[in-house]
């Protein structure tokens, strides 16, 4: 996975500085002057293409070249950036003259404007590393194309049908089922409050279930949706996956053709579609589930709930989703907010996964359940990685194996990449460019770390994420405040009873996927430090060893990284 964060970063303050430049163009020397425009007409191409490779994983190694080479530019001019900006800084720190004439004024400007020969060699070799890759910018925005669109084909699709047993949501579902099968008949009995739409519950409920990516949203709602209890009480029940594209059209269709024996037009109008679903629900009460839904601006379900108003009372939509925005948006009802698995009930369907119908020795059993309860506490709880990593260990039920996943950095295991980190970062991918670089830079601190949220902030202020475009009357620190409680709120980090924070080990591991070859932690066995490294973190128990030395050049050969020596 390439990591594209800190280049898309670096390549949005080059854009701010190009433009800034420009305003002022009759002051910038003729040549200065072309490179300068040089640069901004290569940028708009140079970040789709760096958007497009975000949190992806690109396996083709040319491709993987072609992109390391593309950050690497990036790299450049914020070392370019970097330097100008503190000669500039320093000329006005300087500069002690308070009452300025004409005459000084223009001196100054010219100052501000001339580049030195450094500068300028620094500046034409970023021109030069950008025309070099921008060459091939086409064949490879085509083939960032192929990865999107197959990355989009093999996206996990949901259905209403239940595939496994069921272990610690007994609370959980009973508050479900006391709100779908009460609302109806005029019981006021669930323990879930409805929302302020109306004087009491509207004739169409919306309960959210949110939760991070994995926890079990899907699995809970599959086990309502299939209760017997649920299935006597809806005159229709209907499962549809929506997943990125909120699809009004796609999603009528597939409630419609659920609920009619008439085949639909394929090339129905969109009003034509949503007049024969209001048909279909009109007078009768019905459920539907909407799996996996990421439409923030609750446009598109307002187009499609505004079809649903005619079904009978205690109608229901059920709506799993990852974003808290979301359950804002479309809920009637307070959510259903889903946690990790408590640990003895992550142990049942680990154990449940791993074991299967498996016929053991007892001995034997009773090792690999040692071994195994200690493989799932490092999962905390999350039941997508018990399924996962169960399964896999499930092809060999051998000790031995099962010793070298427990020690070993098994989340680097590509099966377990492939099939659990998907679905964290659609999360990861709903950011903005602003909340991508600062969860990001979070992979340099180590695993369990304990976070205070005023003193992570200062870190991000002090790397520059923090920025106010705007020029709104805020503080850096309030600015820096709400980008963490939007990650917060999106379940990046966890909080701790002492009003601390933590970052799930596989959250962690996305910020570490997002950020490679950019940001690394490191031991006192330090290894070898790749020379793309920005942000390291030394971790010691030995704090002394490191009192009086600094790091070398063959120690980090980046002259340009950030690093922290640090006791955790």
Same mark, same amino acid.
């Given at each position: 996975?390439?990591? #594209?964060?800190?280049?898309? !970063?670096?390549?949005?303050?080059?854009?701010?500085?190009?433009? &800034?430049?420009?305003?002022?163009?009759?002051?910038?020397?003729?040549?200065?002057?072309?490179?300068?425009?040089?640069?901004?007409?290569?940028?708009?191409?140079?970040?789709?293409?760096?958007?497009?490779?975000?949190?992806?994983?690109?396996?083709?190694?040319?491709?993987?070249?072609?992109?390391?080479? &593309?950050?690497?530019?990036?790299?450049?001019?914020?070392?370019?950036?970097?330097?100008?900006?503190?000669? #500039?800084?320093?000329?006005?720190?300087?500069?002690? $003259?308070?009452?300025?004439?004409?005459?000084?004024?223009?001196?100054?400007? &010219?100052k501000h404007f001339m580049m030195f020969d450094d500068d300028l060699k620094n500046l034409k070799n970023l021109v030069e590393n950008l025309d070099k890759i921008y060459t091939d910018i086409n064949c490879k925005e085509e083939q960032l194309k192929a990865y999107s669109s197959r990355q989009m084909s093999v996206t996990r699709e949901t259905s209403s049908i239940i595939q496994d047993i069921?272990?610690?949501?007994?609370?959980?579902?009973?508050?479900? &089922?006391?709100?779908?099968?009460?609302?109806?008949?005029?019981?006021?009995?669930?323990?879930?409050?409805?929302?302020?739409?109306?004087?009491?519950?509207?004739?169409?409920?919306?309960?959210?279930?949110?939760?991070?990516?994995?926890?079990?949203?899907?699995?809970?709602?599959?086990?309502?949706?299939?209760?017997?209890?649920?299935?006597?009480?809806?005159?229709? =029940?209907?499962?549809?996956?929506?997943?990125?594209?909120?699809?009004?059209?796609?999603?009528?269709?597939?409630?419609? !053709?659920?609920?009619?024996?008439?085949?639909?037009?394929?090339?129905?109008?969109?009003?034509?579609?949503?007049?024969?679903?209001?048909?279909?629900?009109?007078?009768?009460?019905?459920?539907?589930?909407?799996?996996?839904?990421?439409?923030?601006?609750?446009?598109?379900?307002?187009?499609?709930?505004?079809?649903?108003?005619?079904?009978?009372?205690?109608?229901?939509?059920?709506?799993?989703?990852?974003?808290?925005?979301?359950?804002?948006?479309?809920?009637?009802?307070?959510?259903?907010?889903?946690?990790?698995?408590?640990?003895?009930?992550?142990?049942?369907?680990?154990?449940?996964?791993?074991?299967?119908?498996?016929?053991?020795?007892?001995?034997? =059993?009773?090792?690999?359940?040692?071994?195994?309860?200690?493989?799932?506490?490092?999962?905390?709880?999350?039941?997508?990685?018990?399924?996962?990593?169960?399964?896999?260990?499930?092809?060999?039920?051998?000790?031995?194996?099962?010793?070298?996943?427990?020690?070993? #950095?098994?989340?680097?295991?590509?099966?377990?990449?492939?099939?659990?980190?998907?679905?964290?970062?659609? $999360? !990861?991918?709903?950011?903005?460019?602003?909340?991508?670089?600062?969860?990001?830079?979070?992979?340099?601190?180590?695993?369990?770390?304990?976070?205070?949220?005023?003193?992570?902030?200062?870190?991000?202020?002090?790397?520059?994420?923090?920025?106010?475009?705007?020029?709104?009357?805020?503080?850096?620190?309030?600015?820096?405040?709400?980008?963490?409680?939007?990650?917060?709120?999106?379940?990046?980090?966890?909080?701790?009873?002492?009003?601390? !924070?933590?970052?799930?080990?596989?959250?962690?591991?996305?910020?570490?996927?997002?950020?490679?070859?950019?940001?690394?932690?490191?031991?006192?066995?330090?290894?070898?430090?790749?020379?793309?490294?920005?942000?390291?973190?030394?971790?010691?128990?030995?704090?002394d060893a490191f009192e009086d030395r600094s790091l070398t050049s063959n120690d980090c050969p980046n002259p340009f990284v950030d690093y922290a020596i640090c006791k955790f």
């Open positions: 996975m390439v990591g #594209e964060w800190f280049a898309s !970063y670096v390549l949005n303050k080059l854009a701010d500085m190009v433009a &800034l430049h420009l305003r002022d163009q009759h002051d910038l020397l003729t040549g200065v002057r072309t490179m300068v425009e040089d640069v901004k007409a290569r940028l708009p191409r140079i970040q789709a293409a760096i958007q497009a490779a975000e949190g992806r994983p690109i396996r083709d190694p040319a491709l993987a070249t072609w992109l390391r080479e &593309l950050k690497d530019a990036a790299y450049e001019a914020d070392d370019v950036l970097d330097e100008l900006e503190f000669k #500039e800084l320093h000329d006005k720190l300087h500069d002690k $003259s308070k009452v300025r004439d004409f005459a000084s004024s223009a001196v100054k400007l &010219l069921v272990f610690g949501r007994d609370q959980e579902r009973d508050m479900m &089922l006391d709100v779908l099968l009460h609302l109806a008949a005029d019981e006021p009995k669930s323990s879930i409050a409805c929302g302020a739409e109306t004087s009491s519950c509207p004739s169409l409920g919306v309960l959210p279930v949110v939760g991070i990516g994995g926890v079990g949203k899907t699995t809970l709602a599959q086990l309502i949706y299939n209760d017997e209890r649920v299935a006597r009480h809806f005159e229709l =029940r209907r499962w549809v996956y929506v997943s990125d594209n909120f699809d009004v059209k796609r999603i009528a269709k597939e409630l419609v !053709y659920s609920s009619t024996d008439d085949r639909i037009s394929h090339d129905i109008s969109l009003d034509g579609i949503l007049v024969k679903l209001g048909d279909a629900t009109r007078n009768k009460r019905f459920l539907f589930v909407l799996d996996d839904v990421w439409d923030e601006t609750g446009s598109k379900w307002k187009e499609l709930r505004s079809v649903l108003t005619s079904g009978a009372k205690g109608s229901m939509v059920l709506v799993t989703t990852q974003s808290p925005v979301v359950a804002e948006v479309m809920g009637t009802m307070d959510p259903i907010e889903l946690k990790s698995l408590k640990e003895d009930d992550h142990w049942r369907l680990f154990e449940h996964c791993a074991f299967g119908e498996a016929t053991l020795e007892e001995e034997q =059993r009773k090792k690999l359940q040692t071994i195994g309860r200690k493989i799932s506490e490092k999962l905390h709880g999350l039941p997508l990685a018990g399924k996962v990593l169960s399964s896999l260990l499930k092809s060999k039920l051998d000790e031995d194996y099962w010793k070298v996943i427990l020690e070993s #950095e098994w989340w680097e295991h590509e099966y377990v990449l492939d099939n659990i980190l998907p679905s964290l970062a659609l $999360s !990861y991918e709903h950011l903005n460019a602003n909340l991508k670089q600062c969860f990001a830079y979070c992979s340099i601190f180590p695993r369990s770390y304990i976070f205070e949220k005023d003193r992570l902030v200062q870190m991000w202020m002090a790397q520059g994420f923090i920025q106010n475009k705007n020029r709104v009357r805020m503080r850096m620190e309030d600015i820096g405040g709400q980008i963490f409680d939007e990650l917060a709120s999106r379940y990046f980090f966890l909080p701790t009873p002492d009003n601390k !924070y933590v970052m799930h080990d596989l959250i962690r591991e996305l910020a570490v996927c997002v950020s490679l070859d950019e940001c690394l932690v490191v031991s006192d066995e330090k290894g070898e430090i790749p020379e793309t490294i920005r942000h390291l973190t030394l971790r010691t128990d030995r704090m």
